[in-house]
């Protein structure tokens, strides 16, 4: 018996937020309708801010509220720190750099060696308020649109600029990372624009604490290849650290 296309999209609503991704197929295969149904149907939800559409579904919006830079700052504070340190290590005098947004790497940003003589480009107003004042720092701004939670740029124009630029290495943030499906993010433009930076530096580092190396609640990832290097705090699991190396990701615990 066919339901109302009411019942259905809050049927839709419950699936992706209770079971997560949803595909186009699988929905038009479980409520008995043309994929073309489901998709206006995802389209509608969407205008009604109920879902989020994806490459070929959605997600729900509310199920896993993403928390504002502000609010992850102060989380993990210890390990943050630590991995901050450790990653400042890596840095080598005269280099250029990109930072991504991220409370962790602003903590890196603020251990970057001084005297360096260093080229940072970023996206995050936090690290150019942070490098401001600092001479031995050439500051590169990508702008675009400015997202809130995060405090940074993302977009087509943002991803237009880094078609001019390169980096000897990249500092990139992330909700999760997982060895087998890369890093994730809650929303697409920020993971997108991730991977662009990925293929435009020549080193690649991921500064994340333990607790993000489990189980993401969002489901915007993007794989990095083979050969980056993972900074993460001593609570990382030994099977992890195994993983990890299978995948040709290095991992440095601070």
């Not at 490098?131 to 400015?146: H, K, P, S």
């Not at 809650?186 to 991921?206: F, H, P």
Request: with cysteine.
């Amino acid at each position: 018996m066919s339901i109302s296309a009411r019942a259905r999209r809050d049927a839709i609503v419950t699936l992706a937020t209770t079971v997560g991704l949803a595909s186009v197929d699988e929905l038009s295969e479980r409520f008995g309708v043309t994929a073309s149904t489901i998709r206006r149907d995802l389209a509608t939800l969407q205008e009604q801010r109920k879902l989020t559409r994806t490459f070929g579904g959605a997600m729900a919006v509310a199920a896993h509220p993403e928390a504002s830079l502000r609010q992850r700052l102060g989380e993990h504070f210890d390990a943050k720190r630590d991995i901050a340190r450790r990653a400042a290590e890596t840095v080598a005098p005269g280099t250029s750099l990109f930072l991504d947004n991220g409370s962790t790497v602003a903590a890196f940003a603020h251990a970057l060696p001084v005297d360096a003589e260093l080229t940072v480009t970023t996206t995050s107003v936090g690290v150019v308020t942070d490098m401001a004042d600092r001479d031995d720092v050439r500051l590169v701004m990508l702008g675009g649109e400015y997202r809130s939670l995060s405090n940074g740029f993302v977009g087509p124009l943002t991803e237009a600029a880094l078609e001019y630029l390169t980096f000897d290495a990249a500092y990139l943030g992330a909700d999760a990372v997982s060895p087998e499906r890369g890093i994730c993010e809650a929303d697409l433009g920020q993971i997108r624009l991730k991977e662009l930076i990925a293929r435009r530096a020549t080193a690649v580092y991921v500064l994340a604490d333990s607790s993000k190396l489990k189980q993401s609640e969002f489901h915007a990832w993007t794989r990095l290849g083979g050969g980056w290097t993972l900074i993460t705090d001593d609570g990382i699991a030994p099977d992890l650290v195994e993983r990890f190396t299978a995948a040709d990701v290095t991992v440095v615990a601070a």
